[in-house]
């Protein structure tokens, strides 16, 4: 029984991964993610914070798996082509050249569904990211001086 109390926590690290990585970061720095908890990664995954930003839907993104060439494949139509790379063949762990847009979850999962997860947030994203349009465009400030509009009112008493 004490042997099972001494594993507990173990166990549940490779269940759940490691709940409490995170990063923070500018665009322009470089982090690197490790998959922690996980024997065999195989593939990762993103859950972008702020999907609205890029015009995408919640949920995960696949961005990296492992392939039967022994060479990591990043997926080519991911947000990260160009700026992510494994930094070992086991793809335990990755680096990312950061951009604005990249705040999310990361996700490492193992051949047994184990998975790590790694919160990143890039400082300066948020969920306001729309830029203004036309509707939100200030406009000169314009007050009321009392002044009548009608063009009757402008025109002299003469005849």
Known sequence: MALVLQLLPVLLARAQGDPGA???GRPGDRVNFSCVGVSHPIRWAWAPSFPACRGLSKGRRP????????TPTVSPVQPFAGRLR?????IRRLELLLSA????TFFCRG?????????LHVLGDGADCRAPGPAH?????YRSTGESRDP???KGGGA
């Open 22 to 24: 995170s990063l923070d």
């Open 63 to 70: 961005i990296l798996w492992a392939s039967s060439s022994g």
């Open 86 to 90: 494994a930094l070992d063949p086991s």
């Open 101 to 104: 847009g990249d705040s999310g």
């Open 111 to 119: 051949r047994r569904e184990e998975e790590s997860r790694t919160v």
């Open 152 to 154: 009757e009112a402008s």
């Open 137 to 141: 465009a200030l406009s000169p400030p």
